[in-house]
């Protein structure tokens, strides 16, 4: 633990490479931690059309792809480890890894959020057979398959219409009777003659042997318990889990302000505690996209920057 950085942020998504940008080019010491695979959730979007810019190649990886490269151009070091412990008492803020020890003057909680699991029966058995959180990771395994979409948001009805390409039929699976998603969204979900809707409906229980087989639907308007079995000709279907995103950030309660798991900053990004900041889907916002998580990081960065001009 030799060597002390200026700024390290924990989390490689849009929030922690934006902040990594901003800090390597403000010539600070950057490191940047990743627990498993650099991007976040965007890496496993198909289609980012709403990130200002973003027009050809629009995708998830491509766009990671091009943070990463700037991040590079700019000498922030990236290193993969999983951030079990922290130490933020001292002047420095020590950061434990399964791997190793860092220590740094300066730290970004950019952790993100993981897929909301629909938490019943069968779900976990059945998870990448048949059960999956990612689009674009599992879509061709669907081929001419039935699909069902769990969830009402943007993520449900965008995915949805990308399984289109894949499966036979998509069906969107929503506890309610209308969906949460975007109006645009909704528009060409509602006119893909592939697209069916299941409404007021939840997943009670995922069956299979060894694979999805069936699945226990409840209508929660009239507590009607139904069950769907894949065609026996196909002998499986897909059901894609998008009923949103839990924060990354239980290890900091205790230490960080949180507000239902979130992290509370102020407008720069500060926590309640001097040095530490935290940017993109962890923490308490209004908004959570790649727009607004690299704006966070951009705005973490430049503050940390301050807070170690004035340690020195
Ligand atoms: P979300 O907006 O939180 O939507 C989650 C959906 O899952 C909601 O429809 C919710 O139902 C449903 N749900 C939650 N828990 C459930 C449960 N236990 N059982 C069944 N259904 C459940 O999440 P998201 O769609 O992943 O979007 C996250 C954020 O990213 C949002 O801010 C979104 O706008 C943004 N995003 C934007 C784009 C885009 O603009 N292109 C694309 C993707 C995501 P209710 O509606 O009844 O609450």
Known sequence: MSVVYDLIIIGGGPA????????????????????????????????????PGSVHEATGPSLIARMLEQCDEFGAEKVFDDITGFDFSGT?????????????????????????K?????????????????????????????????????????EAMYLTKFARKVTIVHRREELRAAKSIQEKAFSNDKIGFLWNTV?????????????????????????VEADEEDGTFGCFVFTGYL????????????????????????????????????????????????ADGAIAAVQAEKYIEHME
């Open 16 to 51: 922690g490479l934006a902040a990594g940008l901003y800090g390597a080019r403000a010539r600070m010491k950057t490191l940047i931690i990743e627990k498993q695979k650099m991007g976040g959730q965007i890496v496993i979007t198909d289609e980012v059309a709403n990130y």
């Open 247 to 294: 924060p990354q950030a239980e290890m900091f309660a205790g230490t960080l302000d949180m507000e239902g798991g979130y992290l509370k900053t102020n407008d720069n990004m500060e926590t309640n505690v001097p040095g530490v900041y935290a940017a993109g889907d962890a923490r308490v916002k209004s908004l959570r996209q790649v727009v607004t998580a690299t």
């Open 118 to 158: 629909i938490g019943c029966p069968g779900e976990k058995e059945l998870t990448g057979k048949g059960v999956s959180y990612c689009a674009t990771c599992d879509a061709d395994f669907f081929q001419d398959l039935e699909v069902y979409v769990i969830g009402g948001g943007d993520t449900a009805v965008e």
């Open 203 to 227: 997943v009670e229980e995922l069956k299979g042997d060894g694979i999805l087989e069936k699945i226990v639907f409840k209508n929660v308007k009239t507590g009607e318990i139904s069950e």
């Open 92 to 116: 420095t803020k020590i950061l434990k890894g399964k791997h190793n020890t860092y220590e740094g003057k300066a730290v970004i909680v950019a952790t993100g959020a993981n897929p909301r």
